[in-house]
């Protein structure tokens, strides 16, 4: 059984011819039941506060969860945002690759086009020279050869003015 503080005022005990004095006895219950009403009206403001402070603790718990919640959703797009954009740099990488290798091989190839290339030209040219050394040689050949008439020739041209020379001194020597 509780007790209130109205059980407390209405208590009322049997009166013996040697017990306590009424009035006394009646002014300590008075006393009593307002300690008791004060400590249950502080006792029922606690618990209000404690009601209020649950109430807070359970908006602070759901606002944490909440956060928590919405920390979790971000970071999950973070993630996956990071995962999309690092997918979307493995390919654009493995792109670039791809044409890095193909101008490579291009190159390659244009180098070997261009080389070979040279080398032919080179031969050609090669060859022009040799065909021209020989044509040299060859006119070089016969420019002695004509050197060697010529020089035949213009002996026997010098020989015969000579002989003519001779011959016109034994006149001129012959007429005096």
């Keep these: 059984m509780q007790v209130t503080p109205e059980m407390i005022r209405e208590q009322r005990f049997k009166v013996k011819l040697s017990g306590f004095d009424k009035d006394e006895v009646t002014s300590f219950l008075i006393d009593i039941a307002e300690?008791?009403?004060?400590?249950?009206?502080?006792?029922?403001?606690l618990k209000s506060e404690?009601?209020?402070?649950?109430?807070?603790?359970?908006?602070?718990?759901?606002?944490?969860?909440?956060?928590?919640?919405?920390?979790?959703?971000?970071?999950?797009?973070?993630?996956?945002?990071?995962?999309?954009?690092?997918?979307?740099?493995?390919?654009q990488a493995a792109l670039l690759e791809e044409q890095a290798q193909k101008s490579a091989a291009e190159a390659e190839n244009k180098h070997g086009e261009i080389l070979d290339e040279a080398r032919r030209k080179a031969d050609e040219i090669l060859t022009e020279a040799r065909q021209k050394k020989a044509e040299l040689e060859q006119e070089l050949l016969d420019l002695k050869a004509k050197r060697i008439n010529l020089i035949s020739d213009l002996k026997g041209v010098l020989n015969s003015c000579q002989s003519w020379i001779r011959e016109m001194g034994d006149v001129d020597s012959k007429q005096r």
């Design 35 to 45: 300690d008791l009403e004060e400590i249950l009206e502080e006792n029922s403001l």
């Design 50 to 91: 404690l009601d209020n402070m649950k109430n807070k603790q359970k908006d602070l718990e759901d606002l944490f969860l909440s956060a928590k919640q919405f920390s979790d959703e971000k970071i999950r797009k973070a993630e996956t945002e990071a995962a999309g954009i690092t997918s979307e740099a493995q390919k």
